[in-house]
């Protein structure tokens, strides 16, 4: 990270997804691609493309293009994505089972170290081999093993005092499906998740394009 | 939607999170609210907040707030949150389940009356009351059901030729799980959510907030 300099929200927002299309094409074999044929590619304006990978040093070359695999490696660097993350997931009913069983997120180094239940009936059972543990338990576990990231997917009644208790046993950042904004202390990373926000999004969209049915 | 005018996609982006701050406003007995009260809840400043909400008529009044009730039903009318959607979703998955399981989706309109899968195994079962059918059968059920969203819980793999078979069906949106963008004609409006993009974001400004851990 060593050219990083401050780099906004909105390009840090982005850098995902450059990095996903970026992927694909390392997949497909692809070394070179120019700003232009990324921008026909991701939906961004070439010029956007330039503006933003600028921020982290110069990988493109005028008349030859970004270099896949580096700009790949940049970014994926700039994310923190070089190295491997723990994971504990409380709440274990159809969203934390969802995300426990969600092989993409070990395969990129995020691994789900333990899961944890207030429901005796689900204490003790296992999901994708990983076991439900007691609630109770929670700052004891995540202290010994050192646990990266919290993952709420409580209801919004409990996610504040989960976030709390996250917090005081030392993860270094929450990732929040129960559908309120959760705060944390300021060395603390949160992304707030809130999946029905782009269903209402999609709402929106459907009724512009088709005004009729919404008479 | 009388009042509205051409309103831009980053505005339509905040609409979601607005209406949630404002619904639970309104769930406290909550009235009125001025432009800084709201600012310090929702994290906006009060001069956005007057702006994004200057694109759909005078709500707020000088000295006075804006009505909470007012601007949540407005907001939602905007959204198209004031009728119904009836889903499919397809891919009977961990994520599939989780989407069929969440009663939020239900309690706000939008209602999943078919699951579709390829696997004999699922299909013939029920899941939250709604029965998993051959997704050989989808494009008449979408047809005879007159079905406005379909959902894609699929691989990346399949997700476009499903979402081109929902298109042909006469779907009106697509809400999409799979990691892929997927391209919709023009009269289908698609939201392609990226969850893992969140968890990417996050592994950022963990490391940003504690740099030592990434060497």
Not at 12 to 25: A, H, M, S, W
Not at 166 to 174: N, T, Y
Request: aromatic share 10%.
């Amino acid at each position: 990270m060593s050219k990083q300099t401050k780099i906004s929200n909105a390009v840090i927002r982005r850098l995902p997804r450059y990095r996903r299309y970026l992927n694909e094409l390392r997949k497909k074999g692809v070394d070179k691609i120019s700003s232009s044929e990324f921008s026909h590619l991701i939906g961004y304006t070439a010029s956007q493309i330039r503006q933003d990978l600028n921020n982290f040093g110069g990988f493109g070359q005028q008349g030859y293009g970004y270099s896949v695999e580096g700009l790949y490696n940049e970014i994926s660097a700039i994310l923190g994505l070089d190295r491997g993350y723990k994971m504990v997931v409380v709440g274990a009913g159809h969203l934390g089972q969802a995300i426990v069983n969600h092989t993409y997120y070990y395969k990129t180094g995020f691994i789900v170290t333990g899961i944890f239940e207030v429901d005796p009936n689900l204490i003790g059972t296992k999901i994708n081999g990983v076991e439900v543990m007691d609630y109770e338990d929670i700052v004891e576990f995540v202290e010994q093993e050192d646990i990266d990231i919290g993952v709420i997917c409580t209801t919004k009644e409990v996610a504040q005092e989960v976030a709390d208790k996250l917090c005081f046993a030392g993860v270094d950042g929450l990732w929040n499906f129960a559908p309120v904004d959760i705060e944390t202390p300021s060395h603390v990373a949160v992304e707030n998740v809130h999946i029905s926000d782009s269903l209402h999004s999609l709402a929106y969209h459907m009724n512009k394009k088709n005004p009729g049915k919404n008479e």
